[in-house]
């Protein structure tokens, strides 16, 4: 997204500041918000000479243009079935179900009566009832901030949602911006915040919804929430991409960046690692993020995977450990888009290191653990979406990573390349199915389901 010009003052503002407490930790510059910018495979954050470039030592600066961007629309999907396959012998031929059609769909949740909850980034909660989409969007949602890759995010249920009813949803609230000019008819100018809220779900609508975490963080992008086993509520919090905002990741008093841990009501746990630390947000689980796509929760270990994009190449898996810094923007296997390294030491002592690694990136997205019967050959298998490979369009595709007993990497599939579709989202349905999200502005919700047996 191209920013304004007041935006680009005041990130020079920032930036100037940063970069006296920040010395002699530089790297080499990048590019940001790979693999999600506009929809039909152009890239997001923005292009040109930027003010960063006017000091070489920030990070994941672009000042120049290396290659020309291809444009090349994702092709309409159609109704479906569609017949794909996979590696796994007992699982070769697959099917594939379009369930319904949305406007970018994001996440997905499903409820005990077997229907399923389906954001659309642009603002609305939709419902599958009985396997048929409601045209109408769910009442009670908030009201959000769409623009760009802001808007409505993810959406889960509380563990004992049978008994209290409880939605959260993720999603960028508007709030003014003191950084950009009024709007042509006077109106203040509108960001979006990161904000977590709760409601009450009483069959036909969300009741009593409240905002019950504000992170009072713009400028941020992809959120995910889910429950750990201790019964914690944890959400990302992504930070920008490229330009001075990139040092935000590493700001313990700025939640961009960061991974949080919240009781159920939204407030802040006594045992959190920061907690009473001076210039810490309280909240703050993990720091060091780019943009985290994922909160998957490991079902032997019970740590949570978080699926995170890196510039060009670099995106990962990370196992969030308490007060861990994963190293954004100081190091990663990355490159900006003209070529250079980000770092020319991906990794550090006193950083933790991603367990998965891409390169060239597949812009990863939503991520879900395997553990269903209705392909037991694809236990121990993590299944991520990616929205590209390489930076080029049409490349979406599913990968299943499969792992052995300690959680070490065996090998990669990539899978459901021949739809050419984005994804968005992946998730284990409580049938044993997958059900997949595609990140278009044609977007659907697919289900993966075993197709002939093998002759």
Same mark, same amino acid.
């Not at 779900?201 to 929430?225: P, Q």
């Given at each position: ?9 005041? !990130? ?6 940063? $970069?006296?407490? +920040? ?9 940001? @918000?790979?693999?999600?910018? %506009? ?13 960063? =470039?006017?000091?070489?030592? $920030?990070?994941?600066?672009? =000042? ?20 794909? %396959? ?10 594939? +179900? ?5 406007? %970018? ?24 009832? *009985? ?19 802001? #808007? ?11 008994? *209290? ?14 950084? &950009?000019?009024?709007?042509? /008819? ?6 979006? &915040? ?7 779900w009483n069959g036909t609508a969300l009741v009593d919804v409240k905002d019950i ?24 919090? /992504? @930070? ?8 935000? /990741? ?96 991906? !990794? ?9 690694? !891409? +390169? ?11 553990? #269903? ?7 121990? /298998? ?13 490349? #979406? ?38 059900? $997949?999200?595609?990140?278009?502005? %044609?977007? &659907? ?11």
């Amino acid at each position: 997204m191209v920013k304004s010009f007041g935006r680009r003052i005041a !990130w020079l503002t920032t930036a100037t500041a940063l $970069i006296a407490s +920040v010395a002699g930790n530089a790297q080499q510059p990048a590019q940001g @918000a790979r693999g999600q910018g %506009q929809q039909q495979g152009a890239r997001g954050g923005g292009r040109g000479q930027r003010p960063e =470039c006017l000091d070489p030592k $920030i990070p994941a600066a672009e =000042c120049s243009i290396g290659a020309t961007p291809i444009q090349w629309p994702d092709p309409v999907l159609g109704d479906g079935p569609f017949v794909v %396959q996979s590696a796994i012998p007992a699982h070769r031929n697959l099917r594939v +179900v379009v369930m319904a059609k949305f406007q %970018q769909p994001w996440s997905i949740a499903f409820l005990p009566d077997g229907n399923i909850f389906v954001t659309e980034r642009p603002g609305r909660l939709r419902i599958i009832r *009985n396997g048929v989409l409601d045209p109408n969007p769910v009442p009670g949602g908030p009201r959000v901030h769409a623009q760009g890759l802001q #808007g409505l995010m993810d959406v889960v249920l509380h563990p004992r949602f049978a008994e *209290n009813k409880w939605v959260y949803i993720a999603y960028h609230k508007p709030v003014p911006n003191p950084d &950009a000019p009024p709007t042509a /008819s006077g109106a203040p100018a509108m960001a979006g &915040a990161t904000t977590l809220m709760r409601g009450t779900w009483n069959g036909t609508a969300l009741v009593d919804v409240k905002d019950i975490f504000e992170s009072g963080a713009t400028r941020t992008e992809s959120s995910r929430i889910g429950f750990g086993r201790d019964g914690m509520l944890y959400m990302s919090i /992504s @930070a920008s991409g490229t330009g001075p905002d990139v040092f935000r /990741s590493a700001d313990p008093n700025d939640y961009a960046g960061k991974t949080v841990r919240l009781r159920d009501d939204g407030t802040v746990p006594p045992d959190n690692p920061f907690v009473n630390k001076p210039g810490y947000k309280p909240a703050i689980y993990t720091l060091g993020h780019r943009n985290g796509h994922s909160m998957a929760l490991n079902p032997e270990t019970g740590e949570f995977w978080v699926t995170e994009q890196g510039p060009n190449g670099g995106d990962e898996v990370n196992v969030l450990k308490a007060g861990a810094n994963y190293g954004w923007p100081y190091v990663s296997h990355g490159r900006n888009y003209m070529g250079p390294k980000i770092s020319e030491d991906p !990794w550090r002592q006193d950083f933790e290191a991603p367990t998965v690694v !891409w +390169v060239p990136s597949i812009a990863v997205a939503g991520g879900a653990f395997y553990t #269903g019967d209705r392909f037991p050959g694809w236990k121990r /298998s993590f299944f991520v979406g990616g929205l590209r490979e390489g930076e080029t369009p049409r490349t #979406g595709q599913l990968q299943r990573i499969e792992f052995n007993d300690k959680w070490e990497e065996l090998r990669r599939e990539p899978m459901l390349r021949e739809l050419h579709q984005r994804i968005r989202d992946v998730r284990q349905g409580p049938d044993g199915f997958l059900y $997949i999200v595609t990140g278009e502005d %044609q977007g &659907a919700l697919l289900r993966l389901e075993p197709g002939e047996p093998v002759q």
